[in-house]
T-cell receptor, first 112, second 116 residues
Framework: AQSVAQPEDQVNVAEGNPLTVKCTYSVSGNPYLFWYVQYPNRGLQFLLK??????LVKGSYGFEAEFNKSQTSFHLKKPSALVSDSALYFC??????????FGTGTRLQVFP | GAVVSQHPSWVICKSGTSVKIECRSLDFQATTMFWYRQFPKQSLMLMAT?????????EQGVEKDKFLINHASLTLSTLTVTSAHPEDSSFYICSASWAGGPHEQFFGPGTRLTVL
């Protein structure tokens, strides 16, 4: 069965520092991987996806993610964090029925 | 593009009443819509998948008679929580996609349901 794991409940980083939010996956076949962000009391906003091609994927708001097949990881990164990046981040994988399977989420807190 | 709206954004109702939540795709035709439930500080739990004109497919453990889903048009799906009880209080989020479109789903802003 497809699954994703986000090992960190919360990540704290100072504004201006690089950030990484971790995600590992378990799938059969080629993975379709996604990152979404959720602000309080809001729905999810799409950040980026990996379907095929270049392992480094660039997305919205300066975020990027690196697909690593050997480590089955898809970590979300940003070179310089902003206070406004503070939110809940979800990694997801799409299964064969086009359903999204979400990780448990990681709360990112960026301190001024 | 690919905007999804939900109405209402929040609703408070008395125990035993029914509540309807609408999910609309504003600028595309959604062949598939998904309904999720999210408890505080938790991940999203898929409740059901609906394809336009077909009966919804419910996930294991989701009561079909309690959570009625209708996807009568390519731009509208509704979730009706019947005979609501306090334990149904939650954040309900819909998403949509279309056949041949991008692989990601597009999410609505969510509906906060509080049952007194």
């Amino acid at each position: 069965a497809q699954s994703v794991a986000q090992p960190e409940d919360q990540v704290n980083v100072a504004e201006g520092n690089p950030l990484t939010v971790k995600c590992t996956y378990s799938v059969s076949g080629n993975p379709y991987l996604f990152w979404y962000v959720q602000y309080p009391n809001r729905g999810l906003q799409f950040l980026l996806k990996y379907i095929t091609g270049d392992n480094l994927v660039k997305g919205s708001y300066g975020f990027e993610a690196e697909f690593n097949k050997s480590q089955t990881s898809f970590h979300l990164k940003k070179p310089s964090a902003l206070v406004s990046d503070s939110a809940l981040y979800f990694c997801a994988v799409r299964d064969g029925a086009d359903k999204l399977i979400f990780g448990t989420g990681t709360r990112l807190q960026v301190f001024p | 593009g690919a905007v999804v709206s939900q109405h209402p954004s929040w609703v408070i109702c008395k125990s035993g009443t029914s509540v309807k939540i609408e999910c609309r795709s504003l600028d595309f035709q959604a062949t598939t819509m998904f309904w999720y439930r999210q408890f505080p500080k938790q991940s999203l739990m898929l409740m059901a998948t609906s394809n336009e004109g077909s009966k919804a497919t419910y996930e294991q453990g989701v009561e079909k008679d309690k959570f009625l889903i209708n996807h009568a048009s390519l731009t509208l799906s509704t979730l009706t929580v019947t005979s609501a009880h306090p334990e149904d209080s939650s954040f309900y989020i819909c998403s949509a996609s279309w056949a041949g479109g991008p692989h990601e789903q597009f999410f609505g802003p969510g509906t906060r349901l509080t049952v007194l």
